[in-house]
């Protein structure tokens, strides 16, 4: 009489026929009953599929994974834990910030899942000849390409430092065919990151902490895949010992057969709050702004309709008494880029001087008439931040990462190596002096800039923008060649490109 009330259907009965052999088949209520019956029902259909799924696993074309069938190389299981965690956890604060950034960050966790399926390919499979190898990474470029490329057509997007410091650092993706070191690797292009993610922290630090939970969310990223590299390719990328070699017929087997060989990709990440700032709002204020100027400019001669006449006797250049009768007005030249604060009340704002190690950045503030500076013990994984120090000579000993000086007045700076970059923006009178090695030196909004390289920092890069006065002084026969840096360019057309070149002689 149970039977025949219970749902009739294969699980069921399987339920039933498991319930009698293990002598638990009692005679129960019919709502008891009833109950018991659905979650055997549910247990029983887990079963059978979890049963299909360990079957189909063993159908792929590379049946082995490293010698053990039906289950998911242990390297690939890590990798699935690092896209789960900081993967996932900076697309989700990519999706906070919105915008340009959640889109590059969608680019990002593409490449991620490129780059797993070449991993579940080689943990199958054995290597291949090289140019066949490079065959086989033609998806996890094309994907660094897309995001390089679209942090370039996005160059004056306001989150373009954002957009750096994953373009920098993506190519560390190519760490699968680096041997026998692919850790350092990694490491160099997290520092590539590291210069681009500190202007974020500069910019954003004190005012909305979703940048900072960024930054250090993509940082982690690189961390964690350094760590990864260490456990399980330490000297390069583990390749199976069994199984065929790879080729680009079972890459596709692969990317087809992914169900099968291991879990699905993580879900998405769950939305973020909405954002503070509207920016289409914004944009659309800005669209509207510009079509209402090109439309006053597209009056021609009619422009000039709005204008009131002025008679002579409102003439101050030919009424003098006029001019006696208030002050001079303004020209309306210079109106339109008003300071933000009064030049008087700057003085009274007292900053007490800074030189501190902050997390893993040194700080240098508002230091005033001291040339006795000195940062000892510094690591590579440090920056230091120099902010508004006027008529102070620094000296920073060791190797550190980067080097940026922001709004100095007359300031001087000793420094032995730099792995990064050394930024100076907004600032006059800057003298840099390199005594070991430094691969770019970048000027910005800069007036009075005198850069004297060691011989082993020839080959540095000097990259200027709305600069002037900047030398650079090359040592020759014990003393120093000063050469400027030239200020003024000309363009041309060649028929099928822009040419530019210095417009002065520089000798």
Same mark, same amino acid.
């Given at each position: 009489?149970?039977?025949?009330?219970?749902?009739? /259907?294969?699980?069921?009965?399987?339920?039933?026929?498991? $319930?009698?052999?293990? %002598?638990?088949?009692?005679?129960?209520?019919?709502?008891? #009953?009833?109950?018991?019956?659905?979650?055997?029902?549910?247990?029983?259909?887990?079963?059978?599929?979890?049963?299909?799924?360990?079957?189909?696993?063993?159908?792929?074309? @590379?049946?082995?994974?490293?010698?053990?069938?039906?289950?998911?190389?242990?390297?690939?299981?890590?990798?699935?834990?690092?896209? %789960?965690?900081?993967?996932?956890?900076?697309?989700?604060? /990519?999706?906070?910030?919105?915008?340009?950034?959640? #889109?590059?960050?969608?680019?990002?966790?593409?490449?991620?899942?490129?780059?797993?399926?070449?991993?579940?390919?080689?943990? *199958?499979?054995?290597?291949?000849?090289?140019?066949?190898?490079? =065959?086989?990474?033609?998806?996890?470029?094309?994907?660094?390409?897309?995001?390089?490329?679209?942090?370039?057509?996005?160059?004056?997007?306001? =989150?373009?430092?954002?957009?750096?410091?994953?373009?920098?650092?993506?190519?560390?993706?190519?760490?699968?065919?680096?041997?026998?070191?692919?850790?350092?690797?990694?490491?160099?292009?997290?520092?590539?990151?590291?210069?681009?993610?500190?202007?974020?922290?500069?910019?954003?630090?004190?005012?909305?902490?979703?940048?900072?939970?960024?930054?250090?969310?993509?940082?982690?990223?690189?961390?964690?895949?350094?760590?990864?590299?260490?456990?399980?390719?330490? #000297?390069?990328?583990?390749?199976?010992?069994?199984?065929?070699?790879?080729?680009?017929?079972? =890459?596709?087997?692969?990317?087809?057969?992914?169900?099968?060989?291991?879990?699905?990709?993580?879900?998405?990440?769950?939305?973020?709050?909405?954002? &503070?700032?509207?920016?289409?709002?914004?944009?659309?204020?800005?669209?509207?702004?510009?079509?209402?100027?090109?439309?006053?400019?597209?009056?021609?001669?009619?422009?000039?309709?709005?204008?009131?006449?002025?008679?002579?006797?409102?003439?101050?250049?030919?009424?003098?008494? $006029?001019?006696?009768?208030?002050?001079?007005?303004?020209?309306?030249?210079?109106?339109?880029?008003? /300071?933000?604060? /009064?030049?008087? %009340?700057?003085? *009274?704002?007292?900053?007490?001087?800074? $030189?501190?190690?902050?997390?893993?950045?040194?700080?240098?503030?508002? !230091?005033?008439?001291?040339?006795?500076?000195?940062?000892?013990?510094?690591?590579?994984?440090?920056?230091?931040?120099?902010?508004?120090?006027?008529?102070?000579?620094? !000296? &920073?000993?060791?190797?550190?990462?980067?080097?940026?000086?922001?709004?100095?007045?007359?300031?001087?700076?000793?420094?032995?190596?730099?792995?990064?970059?050394?930024?100076?923006?907004?600032?006059?009178?800057?003298?840099?002096?390199?005594?070991?090695?430094?691969? #770019?030196?970048?000027? %910005?909004?800069?007036?009075?800039?005198?850069?004297?390289?060691?011989?082993?920092?020839?080959? @540095?890069?000097?990259?200027?923008?709305?600069?002037?006065? =900047?030398?650079?002084?090359?040592?020759?026969?014990?003393?120093?060649?000063?050469?400027?840096?030239?200020?003024?360019?000309?363009?041309?057309?060649?028929?099928?490109?822009?040419?530019?070149?210095?417009?002065? &002689?520089?000798?």
């Amino acid at each position: 009489k149970q039977q025949t009330n219970s749902p009739s /259907s294969s699980g069921s009965s399987k339920a039933t026929a498991i $319930l009698k052999k293990a %002598n638990f088949y009692k005679p129960l209520g019919m709502a008891e #009953t009833h109950g018991l019956m659905e979650r055997l029902e549910k247990a029983v259909t887990r079963l059978e599929s979890l049963f299909s799924d360990s079957h189909r696993s063993g159908g792929v074309e @590379c049946d082995g994974i490293n010698g053990v069938n039906g289950s998911i190389a242990p390297y690939v299981e890590a990798f699935d834990r690092l896209l %789960n965690g900081s993967v996932a956890e900076f697309l989700r604060y /990519s999706k906070i910030l919105e915008g340009d950034v959640k #889109t590059h960050a969608e680019m990002v966790r593409a490449a991620f899942q490129a780059q797993r399926s070449f991993l579940v390919l080689a943990s *199958q499979c054995q290597e291949p000849q090289e140019n066949e190898v490079a =065959m086989l990474l033609k998806p996890i470029s094309e994907k660094i390409q897309e995001i390089q490329n679209f942090r370039e057509r996005n160059r004056g997007s306001k =989150m373009f430092n954002h957009l750096s410091a994953v373009s920098e650092s993506i190519p560390a993706l190519g760490w699968i065919a680096v041997s026998p070191k692919p850790g350092p690797y990694v490491k160099e292009m997290n520092d590539a990151a590291t210069f681009y993610t500190n202007r974020v922290l500069k910019d954003y630090k004190n005012s909305d902490t979703r940048h900072v939970d960024w930054v250090k969310s993509y940082l982690n990223i690189w961390s964690e895949l350094q760590a990864y590299i260490k456990e399980h390719h330490t #000297t390069g990328l583990t390749w199976s010992k069994t199984g065929p070699v790879a080729s680009p017929m079972s =890459m596709r087997s692969v990317l087809t057969s992914g169900s099968g060989l291991s879990p699905p990709p993580p879900p998405p990440p769950p939305p973020g709050p909405p954002p &503070i700032f509207d920016t289409e709002t914004a944009k659309d204020e800005g669209t509207a702004s510009r079509s209402a100027l090109f439309a006053q400019l597209n009056q021609g001669e009619a422009i000039t309709k709005g204008l009131r006449h002025v008679s002579d006797d409102q003439k101050t250049h030919k009424n003098p008494s $006029l001019r006696a009768q208030g002050p001079p007005v303004r020209s309306p030249t210079k109106s339109h880029t008003p /300071s933000p604060t /009064s030049p008087k %009340n700057s003085p *009274q704002q007292n900053h007490a001087p800074v $030189l501190e190690l902050e997390g893993k950045k040194w700080r240098v503030e508002y !230091q005033e008439d001291k040339n006795d500076l000195v940062i000892n013990n510094t690591e590579l994984k440090q920056v230091a931040y120099i902010f508004k120090c006027n008529k102070s000579t620094l !000296q &920073i000993k060791g190797k550190i990462n980067s080097i940026t000086i922001d709004n100095c007045k007359k300031f001087g700076l000793v420094f032995d190596n730099v792995v990064g970059i050394v930024e100076v923006i907004n600032s006059r009178d800057i003298q840099i002096q390199v005594m070991g090695k430094v691969p #770019t030196i970048s000027i %910005n909004k800069t007036e009075g800039c005198h850069i004297y390289l060691s011989e082993e920092s020839l080959d @540095c890069e000097i990259v200027s923008a709305k600069s002037s006065e =900047m030398n650079i002084l090359i040592p020759q026969d014990g003393d120093y060649k000063e050469f400027p840096v030239p200020e003024q360019f000309k363009t041309a057309w060649d028929g099928s490109k822009l040419v530019t070149e210095p417009a002065e &002689i520089v000798g």
